[in-house]
């Protein structure tokens, strides 16, 4: 643990002045179907070409037994240990706005003092908006664009996003704590979170990672090329459709999965419910594993 009095973070130079950057949280640990809220954060890293700002302190805020760090051993050397710590990077967008990174291992203990310190670091840093990222499995078809719900503990900023609303009793990550830390220090605080098609969430899924820098930008008024994650999901699509073609039963799940988001969605020719053989949730789940054991057994 940090001595009492010692800060729990350290800088890399100097806090700088920032205009009102943006926060945009991902950190590893919690639910992250595809890895692709990951993969959104990786692609900010590298856009806004961040550089390190704030480390946390390992030993306050990390289990290193059950987060070993890494040894870096070289002809019988032990030339370094790498501690894996979370962190806050600071870079610009592609018209100069700056923006904050927080990521890194999401803190194994003391989650009110690590958010509480984020919160005090943000309003010192002059941040306006803070927006966290995850993505879930879903009953969706990678035929559909990304959907997305939205969290956020003002009321009034979730009725403002038109995106999906859940009403549901979940065991939280620390992204959930931060919003309530940065919301009672007056930031504004979002949670965005991908649905991937739950056939696909073993596996990269760019259109989400792409899905959720779009519209962390469209809500912060950032701008971030998002081109290369969409020429991934391009490939990744044709890849998907000629497998799913190749199987009846693959494709006959998918367009299950169709009908079921068109009658909801409204959209993409829409069926009326009675006109679908709309699955059940079981049946769906039942399909989906067998999809994932043909994945592991055939490749």
């Known amino acids: 643990m940090t001595p009492p009095g010692a800060s729990p973070y350290t800088v890399q130079g100097e806090l700088p002045i920032l205009d009102s950057p943006t926060l945009i949280i991902m950190m590893t640990g919690w639910i992250d179907a595809s890895g692709a809220a ?15 700002l704030i480390h946390f302190d390992g030993d306050t805020f990390v289990d290193y037994r059950a ?3 890494l040894m870096e051993l070289r002809e019988g050397v032990n030339t370094r240990i790498v501690w894996s710590v979370p962190e806050m990077r600071v870079g610009t967008d592609d018209d100069g706005r700056d923006v904050l990174l927080l990521t890194g291992p999401e803190p194994d203990m003391a989650w009110r003092h690590f958010a509480n310190t984020v919160a005090t670091l943000a309003t010192q840093l002059g941040v306006k908006t803070a927006i966290g990222m995850g993505a879930y499995p879903f009953g969706a078809p990678h035929t559909r664009p990304v959907g997305l719900s939205a969290t956020s503990p003002d009321a009034a900023i979730a009725e403002r996003l038109s995106l999906t609303r859940s009403t549901v009793d979940v065991p939280a990550g620390v992204e959930a704590i931060l919003e309530h830390s940065l919301n009672d220090a007056g930031i504004t605080a979002i949670g965005l979170w991908a649905q991937i098609p739950h056939y696909v969430s073993t596996m990269a899924y760019p259109a989400a990672s792409a899905a959720l820098v779009e519209a962390a930008c469209l809500e912060a ?13 391009g490939v990744q699509r044709e890849r998907l459709d000629q497998l799913v073609s190749g199987n009846p039963e693959h494709a006959e799940m998918l367009g299950k999965l169709e009908a079921a988001y068109d009658a909801e969605h409204g959209s993409f020719g829409a069926m009326k419910p009675d006109d679908a053989a709309i699955p059940t949730v079981d049946e769906i789940a039942a399909e989906v594993e067998q999809f994932l054991r043909d994945q592991q057994t055939g490749g």
Do not use: F, W
Not at 38 to 52: E, K, V
Not at 222 to 229: G, K, N
């Open 67 to 69: 987060r070993r760090p």
């Open 221 to 233: 008024g950032l701008t971030i090329d998002t081109s290369a994650l969409r020429k991934e999901s």
């Open 38 to 52: 990951a993969g959104a954060m990786q692609h900010l890293i590298n856009a806004t070409a961040s550089r390190d």
